[in-house]
T-cell receptor, first 114, second 111 residues
Framework: NAGVTQTPKFQVLKTGQSMTLQCAQDMNHEYMSWYRQDPGMGLRLIHYSVGAGITDQGEVPNGYNVSRSTTEDFPLRLLSAAPSQTSVYFC?????????????FGEGSRLTVL | LAKTTQPISMDSYEGQEVNITCSHNNIATNDYITWYQQFPSQGPRFIIQGYKTKVTNEVASLFIPADRKSSTLSLPRVSLSDTAVYYC????????????FGSGTRLSIRP
């Protein structure tokens, strides 16, 4: 049972480069989301999706794009990486949004932008 | 979404009961209270959820007073492995609502 799978686990980028963080879940969850966590801080919501074809902005969406073409996948795209985007990124999924139950997290993707 | 306030950090010792209180003065009628635990270098994991009074599972208990403006996560007989960050979330049971985390409480357990 894979749960939520994130790739890559580690990535180093140069300023201005673009990349995509992949997230896939095999639990048929409707709700998926991306968070970033800076050292010593809590999690901040970047973007979320309540179902295939539906996405919306979270607390800190600038500099990131998402799409949800399938229930399983929710990639996060960095359009032009900046040092301020150095962080650990977590993808999470839940059966539904809101507080309906358990949110399952991936192992995280550690991104460094030089 | 109701904003939550938690202590930034707490210290305790092995074998003690630890109570972490979360304030949510603006909680709405349909809001539920959920607690997550996060170990270093890992994503958070669900601990417990409740609406009112008391909820207990194999890991923790959640106490919610009648006015629901606060809640207390109780960890019985903590061990070193309970050292983690604990997040209190308040949100509506709506499938369209986003899930927001606050800053959490950093719990340190000493031998």
């Amino acid at each position: 049972n894979a749960g939520v799978t994130q790739t890559p686990k580690f990535q180093v980028l140069k300023t201005g480069q673009s990349m995509t963080l992949q997230c896939a879940q095999d639990m048929n969850h409707e709700y998926m989301s991306w968070y970033r966590q800076d050292p010593g801080m809590g999690l901040r919501l970047i973007h979320y999706s309540v179902g295939a074809g539906i996405t919306d902005q979270g607390e800190v969406p600038n500099g990131y794009n998402v799409s949800r073409s399938t229930t399983e996948d929710f990639p996060l795209r960095l359009l032009s990486a900046a040092p301020s985007q150095t962080s650990v990124y977590f993808c999470a999924s839940s059966r539904q949004g809101g507080s309906t139950g358990e949110l399952f997290f991936g192992e995280g993707s550690r991104l460094t932008v030089l | 979404l109701a904003k939550t306030t938690q202590p930034i950090s707490m210290d305790s010792y092995e074998g003690q009961e630890v109570n972490i209180t979360c304030s949510h003065n603006n909680i709405a009628t349909n809001d539920y209270i959920t607690w997550y635990q996060q170990f270093p270098s890992q994503g958070p994991r669900f601990i417990i959820q409740g609406y009112k009074t008391k909820v207990t599972n194999e890991v923790a208990s959640l106490f919610i007073p009648a006015d629901r403006k606060s809640s207390t996560l109780s960890l019985p007989r903590v061990s070193l492995s309970d050292t983690a960050v604990y997040y209190c979330l308040v949100g509506e049971r709506s499938s369209a609502s986003k899930i927001i985390f606050g800053s959490g409480t950093r719990l340190s357990i000493r031998p």
